[in-house]
């Protein structure tokens, strides 16, 4: 017969995080029945909530400007890994002034809590994080990306960014009895789109299965979502929502101190072996930095779960080149914030810095749409290029709205064919700025227009992040258009050095995703589909199988 054990799933460690002191108001300890409690004012939970907001849109951990660094360091790095390094550590230096948030899309804000079970806030405590989601969105210069259902085919722009995920849990840890620790995360649509759940069996669980598995599925993850990537994979889990959620973490290193051996007691542990076999294989597939090279992720994590033996989900999730999170805690001594890095200027390369890039060609995207074409047909794909002049910008909603107007028997708009189009959508714009930060979108969810709206004289030049489908290499073939991949993630210095105006054309009632005419200057990109079908991913993602 059995003896009965309990065993955490997730025994984490102290993870030695540094923090800073935000206030020392609206803690104190009391007694109760001879026992101390550590008594919190709500309003503490709001104001921790907004200003952990507010770090983490704009500042990074030193350890991900650290792993930058090492990329230009490595001359092993291809020119282009180089390049993009170099760019996310200006943008880093851009967004740490506080105006500029890094990224565009400012995310949905996840917080997962733990309370010790001696911590008395008399409150609602989701509804005062919930407000301080509010605050940081309201007073910031963020985007507002949550929309609600009106309806199973309507929906509308919350206008707050709310609702956030929340979860709160009792802290069992010795010692935690009067803590509150906070975890803050904004999740962006093109990471948090790259969160794979695959429903295995044992038969997954041997090495050259394993290794084949990850070669074809982490290719999926493609460059949408802003490499370099910290990736995590979770194999086993008590139901595959729990691993998903435990991938989700351990992308953002919050589990970094578990085990790193298993036991029959039925906890998860990190296979440091694997992750350094991991990382190796990605490193092999020529993806890089999103454009070649070497660095498709910083980092991976493996976390091996226990699982029914009918079972066996696996979980990938990645955090991306906008790599926000941050913990908070409140205790006896104060209310604490992850101390981030506000000096990354120290990241970045001396002047003479030696970087390897390649020939850059300047495009004018003010001459008509034809001459644009039968410049960019002299150049081939991985070309960087430099784009000056208007752009229209149009995604999701503004597409599927000019496709039911096609379907209507309505035109295309004419901009959709004068000029070159961005899937982009902004975040709100400072006082004194031209923009406010105004990255690029994931180019895979207009996928399905491309036919359409190229048959129609449109979209023949198209700029966005990410890799594209097999149709829209065969329409541009057949249409004589272009895909341009601009670098994911540099939002803010896309912001400051690269756009001059920004007006609404169309689609007004569309808030972010309205129809935006922009003027660029020295916008980077690079020729990643042409006119004649070639795409510079189409090598790189294809899979590899081994075999013993």
Not at 31 to 53: S, Y
Not at 402 to 409: I, Q, R, T, V
Request: proline letters at 5%.
């Amino acid at each position: 017969m059995a003896e009965f054990f309990y065993s955490d799933q997730l025994p984490v460690g102290d993870l030695k995080t540094p923090y800073r002191l935000l206030t020392k108001e609206g803690v104190e300890v009391i007694n109760l029945d001879g026992r101390e409690f550590l008594k919190v004012d709500p309003k503490v939970i709001e104001l921790v909530t907004e200003a952990a907001i507010r770090d983490i849109q704009h500042l990074l951990r030193p350890g991900h400007l650290e792993q930058l660094r090492k990329i230009l360091d490595d001359p092993e790095a291809s020119g282009n890994d180089k390049f993009v390094a170099l760019d996310l550590l200006k943008n880093a230096n851009v967004s740490a002034g506080g105006v500029l948030p890094m990224c565009q899309d400012t995310g949905t804000m996840i917080v997962s809590a733990k309370r010790g079970p001696q911590v008395l806030t008399d409150a609602c405590d989701e509804e005062f994080i919930a407000r301080g989601v509010f605050n940081a969105y309201q007073k910031l210069n963020l985007r507002y990306s949550q929309v609600s259902p009106i309806s199973m085919w309507e929906e509308k722009n919350t206008g707050s960014n709310l609702p956030a995920q929340i979860e709160i849990g009792l802290d069992t840890k010795p010692g935690h009895e009067l803590e509150y620790e906070l975890f803050f995360m904004a999740k962006g649509g093109g990471s948090a789109n790259k969160s794979f759940l695959f429903q295995e069996s044992k038969a997954l669980l041997n090495p050259t299965s394993f290794k084949n598995f990850l070669d074809e599925k982490l290719r999926l993850i493609g460059t949408s979502a802003c490499p370099p990537y910290h990736l995590a994979i979770v194999v086993g889990g008590t139901s595959a929502e729990y691993a998903l959620k435990v991938a989700k973490y351990a992308s953002a290193r919050s589990l970094d101190t578990l085990p790193t051996k298993g036991t029959v007691n039925g906890h998860g542990y990190r296979d440091l072996e694997m992750e350094a076999q991991v990382l190796k294989q990605t490193q092999e597939f020529g993806i890089g930095a999103q454009f070649g090279g070497k660095y498709f992720c910083h980092d991976v994590r493996v976390i091996r779960l226990p699982r029914h033996g009918a079972s066996c989900p696996v979980a990938i999730a990645v955090s991306c080149s906008a790599d926000r999170q941050a913990f908070a805690k409140i205790t006896r001594d104060g209310v604490f914030i992850e101390a981030l890095e506000t000096d990354p200027a120290k990241y970045l390369p001396e002047v003479g810095h030696e970087l390897v890039e390649d020939h850059v060609v300047e495009i004018d995207l003010n001459q008509p749409m034809k001459d644009v074409q039968a410049q960019l047909s002299k150049l081939t794909v991985k070309t960087h290029v430099s784009l000056t002049g208007t752009l229209v910008v149009a995604r999701d909603s503004a597409h599927a709205r000019m496709l039911a107007d096609l379907e209507a028997g309505k035109p295309l708009p004419q901009y959709m064919k004068d000029f070159a189009v961005y899937y982009a959508g902004p975040a709100k714009t400072p006082v004194g700025y031209a923009s406010g930060s105004f990255g690029p979108t994931t180019a895979g969810r207009m996928d399905s227009y491309v036919e359409r709206f190229q048959k129609e004289g449109g979209s023949l030049v198209m700029l966005a992040k990410g890799n594209r489908s097999k149709a829209v290499a065969e329409a541009c073939k057949e249409n004589g258009g272009f895909y341009l991949g601009s670098i994911g993630g540099p939002a803010a210095i896309i912001a400051q050095d690269n756009i001059t105006s920004v007006e609404v054309l169309d689609f007004e009632d569309l808030g972010m995703e309205a129809v935006w005419k922009i003027e660029v200057k020295d916008f980077p990109a690079f020729i990643v589909v042409d006119d004649k079908g070639n795409d510079f991913y189409a090598e790189t993602m294809r899979p590899v199988s081994i075999r013993l």
